[in-house]
Every structure is written in C-alpha cells, then in structure tokens.
C-alpha cells in the first residue's frame, strides 16, 4: 500500500529529526485534521507494532510518556 509506505517514510523520518514522539505529534498536528487525543492513540499504537516488528527503534519510556 502506497500511501502506508509514504506515512512510515515520514514517520521514521520524524522520530529521526525531532526525537520525541510530543514532538513528532505537534508536528503531525499542525499537518493533519485530527484530534490529538486520537493522534496519540493511533500513533502510539503504530509505533508499539513497528517496534514489534523491528523496524522502529524507540525509547520505551519516551514512548510511555506520549500516552
């Protein structure tokens, strides 16, 4: 699915230059129509299964933090 690949490709990029996921989400804020509540919740469940699956990397408590 194309545009799954272009949203990991910005998501990864995110984390990479901004570090935090409170960055990632006021960013991600400004770029998109969503409630942050629910941004926080469908992000942090997209990070949980990309780290499952090996191919995101994040500090655990940072990620605990964003919920």
Do not use: C, W
Request: avoid cysteine.
């Amino acid at each position: 699915e194309p545009a799954l690949a272009i949203l990991f490709q910005q998501l990864a990029q995110l984390m990479s230059e901004h570090g935090s996921t409170d960055n990632v989400i006021e960013i991600l804020l400004n770029e998109y129509d969503v409630e942050e509540e629910q941004l926080r919740a469908d992000l942090k469940k997209l990070i949980e299964q990309l780290s499952e699956k090996g191919l995101l990397k994040t500090d655990a408590a940072e990620t605990s933090q964003a919920s």
